[in-house]
């Protein structure tokens, strides 16, 4: 069974400092790790990593893909309360049909 | 430009009742998806169409479960004869096929059934 595995599940920091959110995944043809920001109900992505493709920077965030220890982490620097969301990490598999397999999210919560 | 809307946002509904759920995706969007978060987890993927193609289904929890998407574009998930499991957060989301796993959500609907 697909399995795709957040933590940790739940992150409370003052505004300022810098978090790492992991993810690690146990899936058959895998082709991509995704990452999307959900703050009310509608996710929002922000970050595709593939096998030629496996850092990603944008601003105060950045991802990395490890694929030999099938995992991936997201870090946000100088952290602001703007980004008090869940991250939920997903991955992209390709059996028969294409589609993401999510983790349960890490909710994150940034305090002034 | 428009994104995906979905509709109704919230819905309050009594056991053993049917419920329709309806996606708007973005213009354009041959994939569409249909996802379940309930309280605290991740999105749990329900059915999945492209185009024209026969539909993944195998998310799909019961035979309560079904959906349809009209013209390659609406889609409706109807649940039959709804269980107090069944009560979550349902989000559809819409992409170009050369970039499915770049999806648009729409806001959700939120089911409570009592």
């Known amino acids: 069974e697909d399995k795709v595995v957040q933590s940790p599940l739940s992150l409370v920091v003052h505004e300022g400092d810098t978090v790492t959110l992991n993810c690690s995944y146990e899936?058959?043809?895998?082709?991509?790790l995704l990452w999307y920001k959900q703050e009310k109900k509608a996710p929002t992505f922000l970050f595709m990593l593939t096998s030629s493709g496996i850092e990603k920077k944008s601003g105060r965030l950045s991802s990395i893909l490890d694929k030999k220890e099938l995992s991936s982490i997201l870090n946000i620097t100088a952290t602001q309360t703007g980004d008090s969301a869940i991250y939920l990490c997903?991955?992209?598999?390709?059996?028969?049909?294409?589609?993401?397999?999510f983790g349960q999210g890490t909710r994150l919560t940034i305090n002034p | 430009g428009a994104g995906v809307s979905q509709s109704p946002s919230n819905k309050v509904t009594e056991k053993g009742k049917d419920v329709e759920l309806r996606c708007d995706p973005i213009?354009?969007?041959?994939?569409l998806y249909w996802y379940r978060q309930s309280l605290g987890q991740g999105l749990e993927f329900l059915i999945y169409?492209?185009?024209?193609?026969?539909?993944?289904k195998s998310g799909l929890p019961s035979d309560r479960f079904s959906a349809e998407r009209t013209g390659g574009s609406v889609s409706t998930l109807t649940i039959q004869r709804t269980q107090q499991e069944d009560s979550a957060v349902y989000l559809c989301?819409?992409?170009?096929?050369?970039?499915?796993?770049?999806?648009?959500f729409g806001p959700g609907t939120r089911l409570l059934v009592l």
């Open positions: 213009s354009g969007h041959t994939a």
């Open positions: 989301a819409s992409s170009l096929f050369e970039t499915w796993e770049t999806q648009y």
């Open positions: 899936v058959t043809n895998f082709r991509s």
């Open positions: 169409f492209q185009g024209n193609s026969a539909p993944d």
């Open positions: 997903a991955v992209g598999i390709i059996q028969g049909a294409q589609k993401l397999v």
